[in-house]
């Protein structure tokens, strides 16, 4: 029996989005941040169940963060989506943004140069042959390197709070967003992932929302998180709505074996396009796995998926449980290995539930990606949402 998931092939599948991810925590010359790395590698996922190429790096020095931005610098060239998440210390000297790798020292002006990364660099680097840019800056914190930079080497102007950046002219335009308002702190916060950050993935791949409205609703999220301390700033200049997680609720698509394709000759009413994306659907329909299970899914009652590591077990106790695969492809098992999944991903039944409708959506998340509890958890969480997440 087929596995109905209400699935969409959408314009959006068709763009090329390339993303670079940024997180710092693990300073040398200053105390540890405890969320930008889990900032970013939350991120990471978020963004590649968009669709998104992702090019990221977690506590990088300088060098490293050289090579990784011309790593992306490459990838990013021609496309449509631009995409640029940083997580970590931050500072301004004179009007100017820098964001500091884990081996910045910064003792005195020079040490800008070589140690620190300026954000117009980056943002050049994904500005090449691209349509759309969005930037997201979580790098308002508290920043003691700056107060070296400012009262022992006498620097002037140096500060914590980054300036405001200026928007050139060119493609279909650039959105760029900090943590706080120009020149003001952002807290790091005292769960997994910073208030900017848990409002950023919770409203950046909302079904058929535009970013821009996705930012008003991280803005209020987070002046709401912090009792009106903190908020977050968005500087917009895009001629063309965008949105990254286009749904079409009325077009469903059956998911499961592959039906053999119909007869070019014998139709006579398909176009050849037409005949070769019914024939990429029922490719990309043929790898999804089916579930032992055919019956309705709940999230506290154990079920068969047809997976040995998972059966017999609900969803409710997996996601208290250990990730059986990398969350992030190429995360060393030190990172992960042994780990609690709600731990990683702040899992709960509210937030799995909007995960599992992003699955029933969106079938390139399901078939491209692995799932640290497996693609058959993915199929399975899909069938809950479309069963109302009960």
Known sequence: MAIVLFLTLTAATAERRVALVLGNSQYQHAAPLANPARDAKAMVERLQNLGFEVVSGFDLTKQQTQATVAQFAKQVRGADVA????????????????????????????????????????????????SIRLVFLDACRDNPLADVLAKTAGVKGASSGLAEIGIEDGGAGTLVAFAASPNQLAYDGSGDHSPFTTALLQHIGESNVSITEAMNRVTSDVFKATAGKQRPWTNVSLTTEVVLHKVDLNAPLI??????????????????????????????????????????????????????????KSIAQLIKGEPLFSPVEGLDKSVWEGKHCDACHEWNETRLCEQAKN?????????????????????ALARWAQGGCK
């Open 83 to 130: 995409l640029f998440f940083y997580a970590g210390h931050g500072l301004q000297v004179s009007g100017n943004n820098y964001l500091l790798p884990v081996d910045a020292a910064l003792e005195d002006e020079t040490s800008l140069d070589f140690e620190a990364v300026s954000v117009d660099f980056i943002m050049r680097q994904m500005s090449r042959e691209t």
């Open 255 to 312: 998911v499961g074996e592959a039906n053999t394709p119909p007869d070019e000759a014998s139709s006579g009413t398909r176009s050849s396009a037409q005949n070769d994306d019914q024939l990429a659907l029922d490719i990309l329909r043929a790898k999804i796995p089916k579930l032992a299970t055919e019956g309705p899914i709940f999230f506290d009652r154990p079920f068969t998926f047809g997976e040995p590591a998972i059966d017999g």
């Open 359 to 379: 699955f029933a959506a969106n079938d390139v998340s399901v078939l491209r990606l692995q799932h640290p509890l497996g693609t058959r958890f993915k199929v």
